[in-house]
């Protein structure tokens, strides 16, 4: 254990290096840059919202917000699980000539996601305080959904990191979950119309969309503990899948270069 | 009980060549369905076994395809080998292909620090060392332009400036001093020779058995994975003289 602390304090310059590239690059060539960060969430926003506003004659006045929360938490899972599946080919220059511990690049993967995704939230709170959702103490709370899907997403690319690096296929296969998961996560319905209707166990199965809920509750400023099953089940999954990431990866690792 | 800086204990390196390369899992399912998932076992190395004092200056020499290369990554830990282990006393810093670790998207100076977090330096030490990384590679204006702009010597240069004026312990070198204009490498193999002073253990590959005499005081004979003759480099630059001939 302590070798790893040692390894990875070591290693902690090259983390950031990374992360700061992966930032510095996702934009670098386009005129708005960073700022495209928040302009793209509000953009498909404002397309969900007038889309599905009018499709389901939509009482709530508020519904931008509701997409955006789900939207926001969603595009990051997406983005960072994408982004660490092919992190380990994008630096197989870097692999095939230097020793460095290998989980360093889906982890500097997620974590610059993550950091965009903070920065996007800027977004969200301006559509709230546009939308009369005025934050107050229980907001605060929205840390702990947000703390375990970073936790999950780290999993979860170890993961795909792990399998695409023997099998590419899982690249495409992948891009089909997200789209699975994007529509299973009442990013842009109302969950409950899946709930009442028996079919309520997708959503239940579900911890994307379990984060996604408690997320919001906290955003609407209510407590996310009132039903802490929402909050429980996808920290379990969470921390089992990022215990199992870092265990395939770790089992696999030195096969890697016998196949990037 | 002699001062070790790498010790190289009976490895071996296997690599299943599969026939035809597969990637994607239909594939790999429709051969192991008709049992026709053969893989070539190549052993690259085999049973190597050797010990390298703190200082020595060590010639790799063998034909194409002995091993060589193989041996320098499973050194530096690029291979984890198949049987065997290898013990390093200090930081390695492996001079495989130069610029291999860049990103051609970033420029010269962001490529300086990201390469030199890669080689596991501090922030604090590339800063203090980034005038004189850029002054060794006489890149110039160049350093704030993108790699990719960048000629192949111009890479070189910049690679070989920022992987040897971080001071390792143990250099490994894999063709890597014929890189640049003549004056280059003139200019690298000074560089290299003062660190020889210095007291960094090397490894070096080359094809120009002069230069091998010239730069190392021992050196190792591979062929086809195995190790044939080691010693000083007088005797086994012999051996490898009768052997190509």
């Known amino acids: 254990m302590k ?35 928040l302009l793209e969430p509000i953009l498909t926003t404002a397309v969900l919202a007038l889309v599905f506003s009018t499709f389901y004659s939509n009482k709530n006045k508020a519904f931008p917000v509701y997409i955006l929360t ?36 889906p982890l500097s993967g997620v974590i610059f996601n993550f950091i965009i995704f903070l920065i996007s939230l800027v977004v969200l709170l301006g559509a709230m305080i546009l939308y009369g959702i005025y934050p107050n103490w229980w907001t605060i709370t929205a840390v702990i959904p947000l703390l375990i899907l970073f936790i999950f997403t780290v999993g979860v690319g170890m993961i795909l990191a792990t399998v695409s690096v023997f099998f590419r296929d899982m690249e495409y296969l992948w891009e089909v979950a997200l789209m699975l998961i994007m529509y299973t996560c009442a990013i842009f319905y109302d969950a409950d119309m899946l709930l009442n209707k028996g079919n309520g166990w997708i959503l239940k199965i579900n911890p994307l969309y379990a984060l996604i809920k408690c997320f919001r509750e906290a955003v609407y400023g209510g407590s996310m503990f009132a039903s802490p099953n929402w909050l429980l089940m996808p920290a379990g999954v969470s921390v089992v899948t990022f215990v199992f990431g870092f265990w395939i990866f770790k089992k696999n690792q030195d096969k890697f270069i016998l196949h990037i | 009980m002699p001062n070790y800086a790498i010790e190289v204990r009976d490895v071996s390196m296997k690599f299943n060549l599969s026939q035809e390369k597969l990637d994607s899992l239909k ?93 596991g330096y501090s922030k604090q030490f590339v800063d203090e060392k980034f005038n004189e990384i850029v002054e060794f590679s006489e890149l110039g204006e160049f350093i704030d332009v993108p790699i990719k702009n960048y000629s192949s010597g111009m890479k070189a240069r910049l690679g070989f400036s920022i992987a040897t004026l971080v001071e390792p312990d143990i250099l490994i070198l894999d063709e890597v001093l014929s890189v640049g204009d003549a004056k280059f490498r003139k200019k690298s193999e000074a ?49 490898y003289e009768e052997m190509t001939n």
């Open chain 2, 27 to 119: 594939e790999y399912v429709i051969k192991l369905l008709k049992r026709q998932l053969k893989y070539n076992e190549f052993w690259a190395l085999k049973h190597v076994d050797f010990s390298v004092e703190k200082g020595d200056r060590v010639g790799v020499l063998g034909l194409n395809g002995a091993g060589k290369s193989t041996l320098l990554k499973v050194i530096a830990g690029v291979f984890k080998p198949t049987e065997g282990q290898v013990i390093r006393h200090g930081r390695i810093v492996p001079l495989l292909e130069l610029g291999a670790g860049f990103d051609s998207q970033y420029t010269g100076k962001e490529n300086i620090y990201l390469y030199g977090s890669v080689l």
């Open chain 1, 70 to 105: 789900g939207r926001l938490l969603y595009s990051f899972f997406a983005a960072g699980t994408r982004t660490a599946m092919k992190s380990i080919r994008a630096h197989s220059g870097m692999i095939k000539k230097v020793y460095v511990p290998k989980y360093i690049y």
């Open chain 1, 3 to 37: 070798k790893y602390i040692d390894g990875f304090k070591k290693y902690r310059f090259l983390l950031r290096e990374l992360v700061k590239k992966g930032i510095k690059l996702k934009y670098r060539r386009s005129y708005l840059g960073i700022i495209w960060t």
């Open chain 2, 191 to 239: 560089k290299v020779m003062s660190m020889f002073g210095s007291g960094v253990t090397v490894l070096f590959v080359s094809h120009s058995l002069e230069q091998v005499q010239r730069l190392c005081n021992k050196a190792i004979l591979l062929d086809h994975g195995q190790l044939i003759a080691q010693g000083s480099i007088d005797e086994v630059a012999k051996i």
